[in-house]
């Protein structure tokens, strides 16, 4: 595997040709987004993308997200761009928003998981963008962590996941937003939003009205990536009420024998001294927590914490998604392994 340092701003085009021809060869390249760190590969190129289900472990019939670098480009993957796509596009993108429409014949079975759409998005990343240019190929991209995993925000987090399952791996530094784009279907009449994330529910809904949540069961086959366990730390991982985590952290680790490890992920500075507790604060916005969540939940997984208290927060704006993966986290950790994605 091949570590690439580069400029978030300004990548050496050296780097980016490098990672850009191992894409053309059908192998596998983590790069960096505003969102996670995606593992990328021809999404057109069937045994590329293969390759790519293979390295995380990931179940066949949870499709891909497509990276494109410029919204005209979204033409040639779908049949048709209603004129809410259009919008949102020339709103959000380049940015953390994914919009799911019916695809065109040539975008493969496997990259839609057998699907009749396709997901599709244009990142805010100089280096993504950069990367996509020079190999001239959309670019298939899940978050480049081991099925189940916490999604990797930072290069190392992809190395100590994939490690030589991945050709090239270019390392920008720590990803700015921190949690997945969100996942908005327009292939019927009302948007469905499947995955809230970066784009916050109201932002879209200033745009084009209302839009339904499908976080339900009911919405299982629409958006099949819902259906897996997901964001599970190996710690268990339990939700406090805001303003709670210490005080619940504390309880927990009263009641365990000596010497277990207890995390707190909270949103402010604990008030008294750390004894057992292993801390993550993230003071201020709720996009702080949201940037430093996946890896807290790693680095307290390293620090040998078995159990771990989150701080829940509203959910709004971004909050819905950090509750959607604290949740997640929550109801997948400290089981057996089952279905991932
Ligand atoms: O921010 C992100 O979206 C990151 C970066 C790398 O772009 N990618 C990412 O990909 O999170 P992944 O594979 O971890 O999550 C993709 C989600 C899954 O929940 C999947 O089921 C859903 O998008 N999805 C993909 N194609 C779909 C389709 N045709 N219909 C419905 N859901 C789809
Ligand atoms: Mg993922």
Redesign the pocket.
Known sequence: MLHLSVDPEAPDPAAIRQAAEAIRRGELVAFP?E?????GADALDPAAVARIFEAKG?PAD????V?VARAEDLDALVRRVPPEAHLLAAYFWPG?L?L?LP?RPHVPDIT??G?N???V?V?AHPVALALIEACGRPLA?????RSGRP?PTRAEDVIADLGDRVAVVLDAGPCS?G???T?L?L?SNTPVL??P??VSREAIEAVVGPVRLGAGEAEGA?????RYRHYAPRARLLLAPPGEAEREARRVAASSPPGVRVGVIARAALTGPAGDLEARVFPGSVEAYARGLFAALRDLDAAGCTVVVAESVPDEGIGLAVMDRLRRAASGSGGAGDAR?
């Open positions: 987004t969102t996670v760190y995606g593992l990931r949870n499709p891909l997200i990276h953390p994914t799911v695809r839609t998981g699907l759409t396709v997901a998005r990142p991209a899940p978050s480049a962590n999604s937003v949690l997945e784009s996942v279907d292939s499947l995955r994330g970066g629409r958006s099949p990536g819902t994605a």
